[in-house]
């Protein structure tokens, strides 16, 4: 159980993170936060945006923040799998003989930075998804298990197209969050070069280590869902399926696919952890409304209507959070007003001790009352 110590030390934590990544990083808050909601979560994340604004620069500073081993991989078109993941060599021993011995590859690290991920051909993409999804690797029908904690942030342009692999869904699916990191402002672009004129080596100092990100996680864990917000964040993650029992009507308008049960997954275990950074013991309504953003964009396969219309993952997701906030409202109301007495429902009315010896069926609990 989670106790008022917990939550100090867990709070303290994350305020000593943030403060050694902004010496580093000018701004980007909401891609800071998320990318070290993810980490504490056990999750991957997906950086997105233009070049030189600082996706690089973030990964490496989380690599000196976290007291861990980093390593950083340039994907380009003619990279291998072996060159991700490591190979057999042969080698020889005192005696001579020759034998064949594992090289591991820069993927055994516990920070994987994998830069310009789309550049890589899709078979070399995929020699992340084991290591992404199980944390193990398996080279010649031998599994690695990946030393924990162990993440990946993978950083990608939308922009420029020659030469780019776009990655496949079931990669996608494993990632966490996918950030958008935009253009500074003038104010920010103003500190930037002031900062870097200085010295364009990161300064952040180690303040968290593996095991503490570990207990980090487990007291994140334990934080307590109430069983109307998980219905509530289940609802969120339905409502982006156009042909499901909730589907919203913005899905059934611009969502070819809609986000597979990893988003529930990750939009609950990201929820605790936010909740932690605010000083809570519980999950709130707030906590899955400004996550679901990062959760949903890259879950959800756009129809031909909505790139047509110009309407972004993002534009959906603000009206299914919309859209089910005003339903979910509706029924809880409805809820809160039934009414408490039987009788008021045309329910036969029997004693308590009546009730105790012989308990109705429920299919009866609502028939014609005894004239």
Same mark, same amino acid.
């Given at each position: 159980m989670v106790t008022e110590e917990n939550l *100090?030390?867990?709070?303290?934590?994350?305020?000593? !993170?943030?403060?050694?990544?902004?010496?580093?990083?000018?701004?980007?808050t909401e891609v800071v936060e998320g990318t070290v909601i993810a980490m504490i979560a056990g999750g991957n994340v997906l950086l997105e945006g233009v070049p030189g604004v600082g996706k690089t620069r973030l990964v490496r500073s989380l690599g000196r923040v976290f007291n861990m081993p980093f390593s950083r991989i340039q994907f380009t078109p003619d990279l291998m799998p072996a060159d991700v993941t490591g190979t057999n060599i042969i080698v020889k021993d005192d005696k001579g003989n020759s034998k064949f011995e594992f090289q591991?590859?820069? !993927?055994?690290?516990?920070?994987?930075?994998?830069? &310009?991920?789309?550049?890589?051909?899709?078979?070399?993409?995929?020699?992340? %998804?084991?290591?992404m999804q199980e944390h193990t690797v398996t080279v010649m029908?031998?599994?690695?298990?990946?030393?924990? =904690?162990?993440?990946?942030?993978?950083?990608?342009?939308?922009?420029?197209?020659?030469?780019?692999?776009?990655?496949?869904?079931?990669?996608?699916?494993?990632?966490?969050?996918?950030?958008?990191?935009?253009?500074?402002?003038?104010?920010?672009?103003?500190? !930037?070069?002031?900062?870097? *004129?200085a010295t364009?080596? &990161?300064?952040?100092?180690?303040?968290?280590?593996?095991?503490?990100?570990?207990?980090?996680?487990?007291?994140?864990?334990?934080?307590?869902?109430?069983?109307?917000?998980?219905?509530?964040?289940?609802?969120?993650c339905a409502a982006t399926h156009p042909t499901g029992e909730c589907a919203s009507n913005a899905a059934k308008k611009y969502v070819r696919l809609g986000a597979s049960p990893r988003a529930g997954q990750a939009l609950i275990s990201a929820a605790k952890v936010?909740?932690?950074?605010?000083?809570?013991?519980?999950?709130?309504?707030?906590? %899955?409304?400004?996550?679901?953003?990062?959760?949903?964009?890259?879950?959800?396969?756009?129809?031909?209507?909505?790139?047509?219309?110009?309407v972004s993952p993002d534009d959906v997701v603000k009206m299914i959070i919309e859209e089910v906030g005003k339903?979910?409202?509706?029924?809880?109301?409805?809820?809160? &007003?039934? =009414?408490?007495?039987?009788?008021? *429902?045309?329910?036969?009315?029997?004693?308590?001790?009546?009730?105790?010896q012989t308990p109705a069926p429920k299919k009866k609990k609502f028939g014609r009352s005894k004239k």
């Open positions: *100090q030390d867990f709070r303290k934590l994350c305020d000593d !993170i943030f403060a050694q990544l902004r010496r580093d990083v000018i701004g980007q591991p590859g820069p !993927i055994f690290s516990n920070i994987i930075l994998a830069d &310009e991920i789309n550049r890589a051909t899709p078979k070399t993409q995929s020699a992340l %998804l084991e290591a029908g031998v599994s690695r298990k990946m030393n924990e =904690p162990f993440f990946v942030l993978a950083t990608q342009n939308p922009v420029e197209q020659d030469g780019t692999y776009p990655l496949p869904e079931a990669q996608m699916d494993r990632f966490m969050f996918k950030l958008i990191v935009p253009n500074p402002g003038l104010d920010e672009l103003m500190q !930037i070069v002031n900062m870097t *004129q364009m080596a &990161e300064v952040a100092e180690a303040v968290c280590s593996g095991d503490q990100l570990l207990e980090m996680r487990k007291t994140a864990n334990q934080i307590p869902v109430a069983e109307d917000v998980m219905r509530y964040a289940m609802m969120l936010k909740a932690l950074i605010k000083g809570r013991f519980n999950v709130a309504y707030s906590d %899955l409304n400004e996550l679901a953003p990062a959760v949903l964009r890259h879950r959800m396969k756009m129809n031909f209507e909505a790139i047509a219309e110009r339903s979910f409202s509706l029924h809880a109301k409805a809820k809160a &007003e039934k =009414p408490d007495e039987p009788a008021a *429902q045309d329910v036969p009315t029997e004693t308590q001790d009546e009730q105790e």
